[in-house]
């Protein structure tokens, strides 16, 4: 294995591995650090955790339990991967998991940069913004476990590091990678957050950190890491081989975000069936897995279930029941719908919401996903056995007709 990745959530990671599987590199993403040795023909191993949300402690405890077993595989090269939004709070997670991956590594000069050009995510004077939005008005200062207020990164990060930050302005980066490397040389901080506008800006930044042992961002920066590799002679140039699976599909959706809510708005428009959870009922049990799966399951077509409601009606029943409490039901409830489906018949999967899918992973039990082809910009197609395909799709992503362009793509 010459590239070892952590992922902070299970969409991320396969979002990142599609990067890495379009740019040539044989990739497997494993939920969770696995137990076993890698497959000696992987090339890139992303091991994705649920730790977005979790407490600092146990976060960065499982990032450092990846990282072992990465370095165990001789990965030459370590990537901390997190969401192109930047999603944390002023507490962590990201700050605290990269300052324990840099100790463990003794590593200097780790660059910041979670830009995603392919889907609107830019970083311009160390500002991040959604399109032509700061990133505090993009939706994402109403994210249910993450409310992002602050698109200044070297501010946000600030607040969960101990070291202070540099910065290398997009006008260095356009001078080239000698320029970047350079520019990182002359950094007085150990981690340091640069802009991208750009694709050419990230395959720049790839290449300026070829020799680096430890970089974070999006998956965006992982599209000049590849060619590194590949200029020393080190990659395999057969592709892993691509099969759709036939059978039955269904959707399922937890995310709150604008994207997957009008993702859902028009999925019922074009008359495909679907069946709205309301979160009050699975707080009082009212709404069941088994009355879910049973519903999809009795459907033709392309079935969605899903939770994705207002902004302010999740906050509702937050305060009444409390965040995490409602986050873990709603997992619970989806990791549970999910394995009856697939205990039924259904072959093609499709998720929504970084959190709804890392649960739904974990309630299947699967430890391997072998990356395909790409379905929408940071969304690909996933095998995840012998007769399961599946597509984690982040919030944010996907274009509106995002369910049914899935459930086509998966059948190959």
């Known amino acids: 294995m010459l590239l070892g990745c952590i992922g902070d959530d299970f969409t991320g990671s396969s979002d990142l591995g599609n990067t890495l599987v379009k740019a040539g590199m044989r990739t497997v993403q494993y939920s969770g650090t696995p137990s076993a040795p890698a497959a000696p023909d992987v090339e890139a191993g992303i091991v994705a955790l649920k730790s977005r949300t979790l407490p600092v402690a146990e976060a960065v405890r499982l990032s450092l339990e990846a990282l072992d077993w990465l370095r165990a595989q001789g990965c030459r090269q370590f990537l901390f991967k997190y969401c192109s939004t930047f999603d944390s709070t002023p507490q962590g997670n990201i700050g605290p998991v990269a300052e324990a991956l840099s100790d463990a590594l003794n590593a200097d000069r780790v660059i910041f940069c979670p830009a995603f050009p392919a889907t609107g995510r830019t970083v311009f004077q160390g500002h991040l913004f ?17 409310p992002m207020t602050d698109p200044d990164l070297r501010r946000w990060l600030g607040l969960q590091i101990r070291d202070g930050l540099g910065h290398i302005p997009a006008g260095t980066v356009w001078q080239g990678a000698d320029a970047v490397r350079a520019a ?5 901080h150990r981690f340091v957050v640069t802009d991208a506008i750009r694709d050419e800006d990230l395959v720049t930044l790839g290449q300026a950190v070829a020799d680096q042992l430890l970089l974070t961002g999006g998956s965006g920066i992982a599209l000049g890491l590849p060619g590194n590799f590949r200029a020393r002679g080190l ?4 592709a892993l081989p691509w099969r759709g699976q036939a059978g039955r599909a269904a959707a399922l959706s937890g995310s709150c975000s604008r994207a997957t809510r009008g993702q859902v708005a028009r999925h019922i428009a074009d008359g495909h069936p679907a069946s709205g959870i309301d979160p009050e009922a699975v707080m009082a049990g009212t709404a069941t897995a088994a009355d879910a799966a049973r519903w999809a399951l009795s459907q033709d077509g392309l079935p969605l279930v899903y939770s994705s409601a ?18 873990a039901r709603l997992d619970a409830f989806f990791a549970e719908t999910a394995r009856l489906l697939v205990t039924g018949g259904v072959t093609r999967l499709i998720t929504a919401g970084g959190e709804t899918s890392g649960a739904v992973v974990e309630g299947l039990g699967i430890g391997a996903l072998e990356i395909g082809p790409e379905i929408d910009p940071g969304v690909p197609a996933i095998r995840a056995g012998e007769n399961l395909v599946l597509a984690l799709k982040s919030g944010n992503f996907g274009a509106e007709e995002f369910f049914a362009k899935a459930a086509e793509r998966l059948a190959g």
Do not use: I, Y
Request: avoid cysteine; glycine fraction near 12%; charge should be negative.
């Open 130 to 146: 959604v399109g032509d939005r700061l990133l505090s008005e993009s939706g994402m200062e109403n994210h249910p476990l993450t």
């Open 184 to 188: 990182l040389s002359a950094q007085g």
């Open 235 to 238: 990659l395999s140039s057969d």
């Open 310 to 327: 207002d902004p302010d009606a999740v906050r509702a029943v937050q305060g009444r029941h409390g965040t995490k409490a409602v986050a």
